[in-house]
Every structure is written in C-alpha cells, then in structure tokens.
C-alpha cells in the first residue's frame, strides 16, 4: 500500500510569494495531521483534520498560513505571503482510529521549503 | 505547553554496542511511541506502547511504557550501522482533550560507528 503522500519534495521560493504543499493520505484514514520541522523547534502539530474537518489548528503560527482538507484523500497547506522565517520541512501525517491503536500516526516523506 | 524531555541528545556509539534512551514527562500519558527519522524522509513508527508496565520489542530495539506513566525508554541491542538516525517519542496526554495531539520530544541523534 503507498503510504502518505507530499509534494513537492522540495520547493524554493522568493519571499511574499504564494506556497502550496499538497498531502494524499493513507487510503481509508480519518485523520490528516500537519507539522512542521525546523531545528529550533523540533516538530510542531499545526494543524489537525478528522474526516475532512479541522479540530485544532490553534497550532498555527499566523492568518498567513491556511489549510484545507475538501475531501479524504487531498489536503493542502497554504502560506501567503510566505516569509523567509517559514523555511522548515513539512510533513504530512495520517491516522486511523481504531481502537487502541488509534494514535499511530504515519507520516509522509516531507516538503522541504525554501523561502529567500 | 506540554513537553517531554529526552535524553540523550546525542549518541556516538562503536557498532555491535547497545544503546538506550529515554522521555520523561511532567504528565501522566495515555500512549507512548518512538519514531525513527534517517535524513530527508519522515519519520517512521518503530514502537507504540499503550499500557503502564508494557514492554514490547521489534527486532533489536524494546520498548517499555513506565508504570508511572510519565516516562518510556527504547533500547537497541547490537547496533549496526543503518541504525544512525533520530530517534522521536511521542505520547499522548492523559489529560488531553483533542485526540491524536502528540506531543514529540526534542530527538535523540545517533551515530554508529562501523
């Protein structure tokens, strides 16, 4: 089975420019999760879903960062204007509940952002 | 916020050597993982612990939930050299609120030396 999936792997852009990462999750989770990396930080949650409709986004960091989830298999982080303080890796992460299990959470391979 | 502590931030180990690291927590959790992240990938599930006292193993590498829940350990007998990495945990507050709101711990960077 494929696991999460993000793109772009990397991208690289000029500050005040649009950025748009895109995560597919695993087929049949009902939980989408957003994070972002840095080595400051650590990894930070910014932003949940469960079954397409945000829980918790009090995790992110400013009205310039927005997600959407419109459907189960598709969600998107978007930054505008981005900043160069946003350069991190983001990851996208999904989960199942079931049962006990229900707080395993997989992670894709990451989008590493560049803002200059 | 919530945070856990783990130790140490950093190995340097002969390959063939064990190694052990640990998270503590101020809180009592629910649920204790340990990830494993290898440069520019995400990090992959090794271990997911769910009550106090488990102990539970995956290959070389162990796990155990403590019996106060505040604190895990994993361990991993006989290092090889692809187990370099950083090694996450991450649990779930007992006294949260919002499901699948982990809480990860700052790292524990490895290295192994052949």
């Known amino acids: 089975d494929a696991g999460v999936i993000q793109s772009p792997r990397h991208e690289v852009t000029e500050m005040g420019q649009e950025v748009t990462l895109r995560c597919k999750p695993i087929?049949?989770?009902?939980?989408l999760f957003w994070y972002r990396q840095t080595m400051m930080r650590g990894l930070e949650l910014l932003i949940y879903f469960n079954n397409n409709v945000p829980i918790d986004d009090s995790g992110m960091p400013e009205d310039r960062f927005s997600a959407k989830m419109p459907n189960a298999s598709f969600s998107t982080l978007k930054i505008q204007p981005s900043e160069p303080r946003d350069s991190a890796v983001y990851f996208c992460?999904?989960?199942?509940?079931?049962?006990?299990?229900?707080?395993?959470?997989?992670f894709g391979p990451g989008t590493r952002l560049t803002v200059l | 916020g919530q945070q856990l502590n783990q130790s140490p931030q950093s190995m340097f180990i002969q390959e063939g050597e064990d190694v052990s690291m640990n998270c503590t927590s101020s809180s009592i959790f629910n649920t204790w993982l340990w990830y494993k992240q290898e440069p520019g990938e995400g990090p992959v599930l090794l271990i997911a612990?769910?009550?106090?006292?488990e102990l539970t193993s995956n290959g070389r590498l162990t796990a155990q939930f403590g019996i106060t829940r505040k604190d895990s350990f994993l361990n991993i007998s006989a290092s090889i050299p692809s187990d370099v990495g950083i090694y996450f945990c991450a649990g779930l507050n007992a006294g949260g609120t919002s499901y699948g709101k982990l809480t990860f711990g700052q790292g524990t960077i490895l290295t192994v030396h052949p």
């Open positions: 992460a999904s989960s199942l509940v079931v049962g006990l299990r229900s707080n395993e959470q997989f």
């Open positions: 612990l769910y009550k106090a006292g």
């Open positions: 087929s049949g989770h009902d939980y």
